[in-house]
C-alpha cells in the first residue's frame, strides 16, 4: 500500500507539473490573443463554468474512487449506474442555463457579451462528466497513468486548437472567440474520454445486470458523491455570486465598468492563477490519498492515517513557501514573464503569504471525505463561504474597489482552512473506534 501510494504521488506530480506548464502556456496565449478585456470578461463567465461543472460531476470522481478502492461492489455495475445519472443531470442543466444565460448576462453580469459564452457551457458538461466517471474508476484502482496521460493530451490539442483558431474569430467579435474557447472543451475532452476506455480493461465480460442501473448502487454512488461534492459547490456558488456582487456594487458606487472588468480579470484571470501553481502538487497528494485513506479508514488504522496526512502537509507546505516567497520577491518578473504586463502585482503580494494555508486545506479536505466526514467539511466552508460573500459586499461599499474582494479571500481562506485542521484532529486522528 505505502509502494503504490509513493507511486500514485509521484506519477499525479510528474502529470500535474506537465498540465500545470501547458496550462500556463494556454493562458498566455489566451491572454495575449483577447487581452485585459477580453480576459475580464471571461473571467466573469468563469465562475458560472465552475459551478455547473462541479454540477454536472457531482462529486462522481471521489465517490466512484471510493467504491472502487473498497472493492466490495459490482464496479462494472458502479461505472454505468454513475452513467445513467450523469445523464440526467446534465439534461437538467441544458435546460437551465438556456433559461438563465439571457437574464445572468443583461442584468447580473450587466455584460451581453457574456451570452455566448454562457450557453456554449451546456454543450460542454455532458463530455466532462463521462470523462470524470471513468477518472473516479481509475483513481479508486490506483492507476494513475492513464488520467495523467489524458490530462495532458487534453491539455496539447486545446494549445493548438486555440492556436490555429481564435486569431481568426478576434476580428469577428470577443463573445465569438471566447465561446469557441469554452467549445473547445468538448473535443479536449473527448480525447480524453477515447484515451480512458483504451486503457480499460478489455477481456471483461458484461452482462445485462452490469448495465442496467442498480438503484442500490445509484444510492450508494449519491449518498458518497453529494456530502462529498458539496463542500465544493458551496464555495462555488460563493464564487458565482461573486462578480454579481462586485459588478453590482461597484457600479452602483460609480466606478466604471471597463475598470471593474480590467481589474477583476486581473485578480482571477492573472494573480489567482500564479498562486494556485502550487495547488497542483497539493492536489496530486490529495487525489492519491483519497482511496489510501479511505481504505486504511475501514481498516481501522488511525496511525497509518496520521502518517500519510502528515506527509501530505509537510511536502505541501514546503512546495508552497518556496514557490510564495519567489513570487513576493519579485511579482512583476513572473506576471510579465507569463502574461506580458506588471498590473496586478500589487494584490500579488498581498495576498501570496495567506495562500500557504490554502496549499494544506486540499489535503486535509481529503481525509475528511476519504473518512466520511465530508458533512463537516461542507459545514465549514459553508460558513466560510458565508462569511466570505458577506464581507465582500460590506467591504465593497467602503469604496476599496478590488481591495473589497482580497481581504474576503484572506478571510475565507484563513477561517476554513483552520477549521478543517480542528475536524481532521478531532474526528479522525483522535476518535477511538
Not at 470577443?174 to 475532452?189: K, Q, R, T
Amino acid at each position: 500500500m505505502k509502494q503504490k501510494f509513493i507511486i500514485s504521488t509521484i506519477i499525479l506530480i510528474i502529470g500535474g507539473f506537465l498540465t500545470k506548464v501547458l496550462g500556463m502556456l494556454i493562458k498566455i496565449i489566451v491572454t495575449r490573443l483577447i487581452g485585459v478585456e477580453g480576459m475580464g470578461i471571461y473571467m466573469l463567465i468563469m465562475p458560472t463554468f465552475s459551478l455547473f461543472i462541479a454540477l454536472a460531476q457531482l462529486g462522481f470522481p471521489i465517490s466512484i474512487s471510493k467504491i472502487v478502492s473498497e472493492d466490495r461492489k459490482n464496479n462494472k455495475n458502479i461505472i454505468f449506474s454513475s452513467f445513467f445519472l450523469s445523464i440526467i443531470i446534465n439534461l437538467i442543466l441544458f435546460f437551465i442555463i438556456l433559461l438563465i444565460s439571457p437574464i445572468l448576462s443583461k442584468y447580473l453580469l450587466h455584460d451581453t457579451r457574456c451570452y455566448l459564452p454562457l450557453i456554449s457551457i451546456a454543450l460542454v458538461l455532458p463530455f466532462i462528466s463521462i470523462s470524470s466517471i471513468l477518472r473516479g474508476y481509475f483513481f479508486g484502482k490506483e492507476r494513475m497513468f492513464p488520467h495523467v496521460l489524458s490530462n495532458v493530451c487534453e491539455q496539447i490539442i486545446r494549445l493548438i486548437i486555440l492556436m490555429l483558431i481564435v486569431p481568426s474569430l478576434i476580428v469577428k467579435g470577443i463573445d465569438i472567440a471566447l465561446s469557441f474557447i469554452v467549445l473547445v472543451n468538448i473535443i479536449s475532452e473527448g480525447l480524453s474520454i477515447v484515451i480512458l476506455y483504451l486503457f480499460l480493461p478489455k477481456k471483461i465480460k458484461l452482462s445485462k445486470n452490469d448495465i442496467i442501473p442498480d438503484k442500490t448502487n445509484m444510492k450508494d454512488v449519491l449518498n458518497t458523491s453529494i456530502p462529498t461534492t458539496s463542500s465544493r459547490l458551496i464555495g462555488l456558488i460563493g464564487y458565482f455570486f461573486e462578480p454579481i456582487i462586485l459588478t453590482s456594487t461597484l457600479l452602483f458606487l460609480g466606478y466604471k465598468s471597463n475598470f471593474i472588468i480590467s481589474e477583476y480579470g486581473l485578480i482571477t484571470g492573472f494573480v489567482m492563477p500564479l498562486l494556485m501553481i502550487p495547488s497542483f502538487f497539493t492536489q496530486a497528494i490529495s487525489q492519491a490519498l483519497i482511496p489510501v485513506v479511505s481504505r486504511a479508514y475501514s481498516n481501522r488504522r488511525i496511525p497509518y492515517i496520521k502518517a500519510k496526512l502528515y506527509q501530505s502537509l509537510i511536502i505541501s507546505i514546503t512546495i508552497g513557501l518556496a514557490i510564495t516567497f519567489l513570487l513576493m520577491i519579485n511579482p512583476e518578473f513572473f506576471l510579465k514573464f507569463i502574461y506580458n504586463t506588471t498590473e496586478g502585482s500589487h494584490y500579488l503580494k498581498v495576498l501570496a503569504p495567506f495562500f500557504l494555508f490554502y496549499y494544506i486545506q486540499i489535503p486535509l479536505l481529503s481525509v475528511l471525505q476519504a473518512t466520511n466526514h465530508a458533512k463537516e467539511g461542507m459545514i465549514s466552508t459553508l460558513k466560510g463561504t458565508i462569511m466570505k460573500t458577506a464581507l465582500l459586499f460590506i467591504l465593497s461599499l467602503f469604496k476599496i474597489g478590488m481591495y473589497g474582494l482580497i481581504i474576503a479571500t484572506i478571510v475565507n481562506i484563513i477561517y476554513v482552512t483552520y477549521n478543517q485542521f480542528k475536524l481532521v484532529r478531532n474526528k479522525v486522528l483522535k476518535k477511538a473506534y
